[in-house]
């Protein structure tokens, strides 16, 4: 089956910085993209990645490994703001979205 | 980046009636629009795939019978919940874009059904 992994929560400190891990294992593989979801809202673009590497965007950047079928969100500077849930997504080999549960991320101050 | 709107944002709704949600691309043509809906701490599921003049493609799992989508022009896809009940209540969520090698999805703003 097709399984996405992401840890249910996590919390950090204002101004920190913070990286949520995401492991997955799909029927083929075009691109991994991070979603940011705040409560009660639906999720927006966050990154894409499709080749391995690091992609960097402000504050945020997101790592790709696709032997190990395995990415990270990068969040720098956090803050109050940043609190919110990070969806990790992959389009498999169907062009099809396959979803994480997502991480609640809590800031503190 | 190209603007989904959804509408109703909220609706309450009693046991055995219908609601009517609609999707629209603002500012561009969406052959395929998505259809997701989310439980409280849970991730999205994907209901349905929604395609321009043509039947929409349901999840496994999910009753085409209870759940009507119509996708009639290039800008509009709707959801029609049949017979609702309690357990319909969640938050529904369209996107557009992002078909086959495309690579991204533009959101509503979502939809809160509560049915009595």
């Known amino acids: 089956g097709q399984n996405i992994d992401q ?11 913070v990286q949520i891990n995401c492991t997955y ?5 075009n691109g991994l993209f991070w979603y940011q979801q705040h409560a009660g809202e639906a999720p927006t673009f966050l990154s894409y990645n499709v080749l391995d590497g690091l992609e960097e965007k402000g504050r945020f950047s997101s790592f790709l490994s696709r032997s190990k079928g395995y990415s990270y969100l990068l969040l720098k500077e956090l ?3 940043d609190s919110a849930s990070y969806l990790c997504a992959v389009k498999d080999s169907n062009y099809q979205l396959i979803w994480g549960a997502g991480t609640k991320l809590i800031i503190k101050p | ?34 259809w997701y809906r989310q439980f ?14 043509s039947k929409a493609t349901y999840e496994q799992g999910v009753e085409k019978d209870k759940f009507l989508i119509n996708h009639a022009s290039l800008t509009l896809s709707t ?38």
């Open chain 1, 7 to 17: 840890p249910t929560e996590m919390t950090a400190t204002e101004g920190a910085i």
């Open chain 1, 25 to 29: 294992q799909t029927s083929g593989f």
């Open chain 1, 79 to 81: 803050q109050m703001k």
């Open chain 2, 1 to 34: 980046g190209a603007v989904v709107s959804q509408h109703p944002s909220r609706v309450i709704c009693k046991s055995g009636t219908s609601v009517k949600i609609e999707c629209r691309s603002l500012d561009f043509q969406a052959t395929t629009m998505f």
């Open chain 2, 40 to 53: 409280p701490k849970k991730s999205l599921m994907l209901m349905a795939t929604s395609n321009e003049g």
């Open chain 2, 79 to 116: 959801l029609t919940v049949t017979s609702a009940h309690p357990e319909d209540s969640s938050f529904y969520i369209c996107s557009a874009g992002g078909g086959g090698s495309s690579y991204e999805q533009y959101f509503g703003p979502g939809t809160r059904l509560t049915v009595t």
